[in-house]
Structure formats: structure tokens, C-alpha cells
């Protein structure tokens, strides 16, 4: 069974392209407000990327289908010395616009990957109360539900289909897919891969988020496509797929990662467009970026003489 793939590089507060109520699941997660070695300045405040949030969630209800699931994986996030309720806020904004709150997963990595800084550290230096700050080693996978399932539509699919999305449970049960925390090990951060300097996740993740709440031949939605992880999965699981990019930057990365080919030896089909409000901000991103490692570098130097 051949599926299709819909690429469009442009703004998600606007999905002119798809369809209302015609998206099945939607896995994404947003960009990590003004993180310093992914999106530093990317914002001009926190109220502008909570705007964002807010006027992407009004799109994203027209588009979602009654009854399924939009699934954030976000963290709350550190800048300049500032702690920002994002998890809280993106949570509550999602709710206004007419999502039921679901669940949170947590996903948990692997204790040698913590990434940007070691806030533990402080107390290493001034062993006194008030001086903790944790190391973050998890992100929260957020769900919300358009309304309630209704259940009687497993009963109405096709036999093939209803087998081909059926899930195993002895890899529920055994990967421990049942509880509220997820150990996947994150995209590590290897010099010269697909991913370098974007904040991709795993594939484990919109791997499992897809089997466990669309069916084969359903369409599943990433609004801010990133790498392209999220359509490479829903492509491979059999699951059609809309995304949206603003940076045209990302094109040749989000092709290369799909396996995009002119001459496909499938029946899969991929499409792109290129609108007008689409931006380039990948060679913008990481002069800052290397602006922002050199002033660490430097903060940590005079840190050690101190």
C-alpha cells in the first residue's frame, strides 16, 4: 500500500493545505524557546513564543480530526540564567483553545547525555543549602485529545488494517511502553550527522506515539518538521503524512532523511511547496550559536581560575 507525503515550507499558524478535521495524530515538538545552543535569540521574548503557541493551537484544532491525539514533546527551558515554565504554559494554552489534557509522559535519557550545562555543579562549589540546582535529564511528552474516541470506528476498518495497526503486547509490556516514563536514548550529538545543530528527537519516539494512536493509511501531522524524524517513521509505519517547515534551510536535510528520490521504487509520493512566508534561518542559527559556545567557553576559563 502506497502512502503520500505533503511538505510544506512555510508558517504552521497557517495549514491552508490541509483539509479540516482530516489529521489523524499529531507528533511535533516546538522549537525549544530561545535555547541556547539550538535557537539562541530566536524569539524576541517569551510572550512572542507563547503566541506562537497559542495562535498555532487554534490552526491545529480546525485541523485535527474529533476524537485523536496531539502529542508535544517539550521541556521547560533555562536561558540566561532564567528558568521558563514551558511544559505549564504550552499546556495551558492547548487546553483554551478546546484540547482535553490526556496525559504526560516522561521521557527519560540516559544519565551521560545531559547536554548543555551541569547545574549540580554549583553546590559542588558551595556546599550550602539554596545553592541546588538539578541536572535535567528528561523532556515531558505532552497529550491532548480533540473531545473523546469513539470507539466504534476500530469495528468499521477494513481486517487489514485493523491487523496491520494492531500492537504487540509482549514489546508493550516488555520495552515498557505502559508507564508514564519512556528511557529512549536521545540523538546523540556526533560531529557530521544528518541532525547537527538541530534539535531533532529520537525516532523511538514518534515510532511508538504513531503505533499507539493512528491506524495504517490514517494521516499523521508534524507542524514544526525539523529533520524530517517524525514523516522518515509515519512513511516507514504506513501513515500518510503532512508537515510544515518554516526554515528552507532544512529542505535538502528533510529530503536526504525521507530517502526522497524523483524516481521512487515504491508508490510512495512526496510532495514539496515552498510558500511565501517561509524563512532561512539555519546559517542565521548557528553563527549564534558558535557565538554563544565561544562566550561559554570563555565563562567556564574564568570560571576555573576563580
Known sequence: M??????IFGDCRN??????????????????YNAPFDYPGLFKSYDSFL????DFGK????????????AFVTDDMLVD????????????????????????????????????????????????????????LQESILLFQKGQFD?????????KIKEASKIQLSEFND??????????????PVPGRLEEGIAAFPEEIPRRLIRLFSFVGETVLDPFLGSGTTIKVAKELRRNSYGYEIDLELKPIILEKIGYSP????????????????????TFLHQKVKRQKSVTKKHQQVDRRL
Open 2 to 7: 502506497g502512502t503520500w507525503h505533503k511538505i
Open 15 to 32: 495549514m491552508k493545505e490541509i483539509p479540516t478535521e482530516s489529521v489523524h495524530l499529531m507528533v511535533t515538538s516546538p522549537p525549544y
Open 51 to 54: 503566541q506562537l503557541i497559542e
Open 59 to 70: 490552526e491545529l484544532y480546525r485541523v485535527m480530526a474529533p476524537g485523536r491525539i496531539a
Open 81 to 136: 540564567g532564567e528558568k521558563y515554565p514551558v511544559v505549564a504554559d504550552i499546556t495551558r494554552i492547548i487546553m483554551q483553545t478546546g484540547f482535553r489534557y490526556r496525559d504526560k509522559i516522561v521521557w527519560r535519557k540516559p544519565e551521560g547525555y545531559t547536554r548543555i550545562s551541569r547545574r549540580s555543579g554549583v553546590l559542588l562549589q558551595h556546599p550550602y543549602p539554596m545553592y541546588f540546582y538539578p541536572d535535567n
Open 151 to 159: 470507539y466504534s470506528y476500530i469495528k468499521h476498518l477494513p481486517p
Open 175 to 188: 520495552d515498557k511502553w505502559n508507564l508514564t516514563v519512556w528511557e529512549i536514548v536521545n540523538v546523540l
Open 263 to 282: 524516481h521512487p521504487l515504491t508508490d510512495d509520493k512526496i510532495e514539496t511547496e515552498v510558500r511565501e512566508d517561509s524563512k532561512r534561518l539555519r
